[in-house]
C-alpha cells in the first residue's frame, strides 16, 4: 500500500531534550517535506526536499533541522524543543513539488513539549 | 508566491450545494489550483485539481474564472461525512520547492 508513515503519533517531552520524529514513504517520490499546524493558522511549512541530500527551509524553520540521506526517509529533528513548537506535526511527499503533483500526507505525529 | 484566502468557517445542511471560494491575486502563470480536505486527526488528502475553466470529479468540482485570480470548490449534495477543513494550495514549477497553504476553511454540515 503506498503511504507516507511517521513515528511516533503521540510525544510528551520536556524542554530542552533532543527528539526525532521520523518519516518515511514507499512511493519513491522525490520531494518531501514537513508541516506543522496549530489552531488558527493552518498548515505552514518547515522545510523541504527537493531531492537526496537537498534540504531548503520553508516558511516556518527555526528550531528545526531536517537531513534527507536516503529517497525514502526525511526525519524532522528539534535539537532543543521548546513548549512553543507543541504542534500537529505532518510529512508529506509527492513526484515533485510543481504543477500537477499532489501532496501524499502521513497520519501526523501529535508532539507536546512541556 | 501566491498568497490564498479563504472564508475561516462555512455552515451548511445536508443534501445542499457547498460552495468555497479561494482568493489567489497573485497567481503565477504556471500555477496549478489545488484543494485538499483534511478530517481531524488526520493528514490532508487531495480532492481536485485544475488550472483554467471547470474541472469534476466524482468528489467535487472546481471552477476557474478566466483571470485566474480566484477558484470556487463545489461539493453537490453535502452530508454529515463533509465537515472537514478544506485548503486551497497555489503551485507551480517556478516556487522552487515551496509551498504555501492558507488557513483553510472549516465546513460544519448540519442535520
Known amino acids: 500500500e503506498a503511504q507516507v508513515t511517521q513515528n511516533p503519533r503521540y510525544l510528551i517531552t520536556v524542554t530542552g531534550k533532543k527528539l526525532t520524529v521520523t518519516c518515511s514513504q514507499n512511493m519513491n517520490h522525490e520531494y518531501m517535506s514537513w508541516y506543522r499546524q496549530d489552531p488558527g493558522l493552518g498548515l505552514r511549512q518547515i522545510y523541504y526536499s527537493m531531492n537526496v541530500e537537498v534540504t531548503d527551509k520553508g516558511d516556518v524553520p527555526e528550531g528545526y533541522k531536517v537531513s534527507r540521506k536516503e529517497k525514502r526517509n526525511f526525519p524532522l529533528i528539534l535539537e532543543s524543543p521548546s513548549p512553543n513548537q507543541t504542534s500537529l506535526y505532518f510529512c508529506a511527499s509527492s513526484w515533485a513539488s510543481g504543477r500537477e503533483d499532489t501532496q501524499y500526507f502521513g497520519p501526523g505525529t501529535r508532539l507536546t513539549v512541556l | 508566491l501566491a498568497k490564498t484566502t479563504q472564508p475561516i468557517s462555512m455552515d451548511s445542511y445536508e443534501g445542499q450545494e457547498v460552495n468555497i471560494t479561494c482568493s489567489h491575486n497573485?497567481?503565477?502563470?504556471?500555477?496549478?489550483i489545488t484543494w485538499y480536505q483534511q478530517f481531524p486527526s488526520q493528514g490532508p488528502r487531495f480532492i481536485i485539481q485544475g488550472y483554467k475553466t471547470k474541472v469534476t470529479n466524482e468528489v467535487a468540482s472546481l471552477f476557474i474564472p478566466a483571470d485566474r485570480k480566484s477558484s470556487t470548490l463545489s461539493l453537490p449534495r453535502v452530508s454529515l461525512s463533509d465537515t472537514a477543513v478544506y485548503y486551497c494550495?497555489?503551485?507551480?514549477?517556478?516556487?522552487?520547492?515551496?509551498?504555501?497553504f492558507g488557513q483553510g476553511t472549516e465546513l460544519s454540515v448540519k442535520p
Open positions: 494550495l497555489v503551485g507551480g514549477d517556478n516556487q522552487g520547492g515551496k509551498l504555501i
Open positions: 497573485n497567481i503565477a502563470t504556471n500555477d496549478y
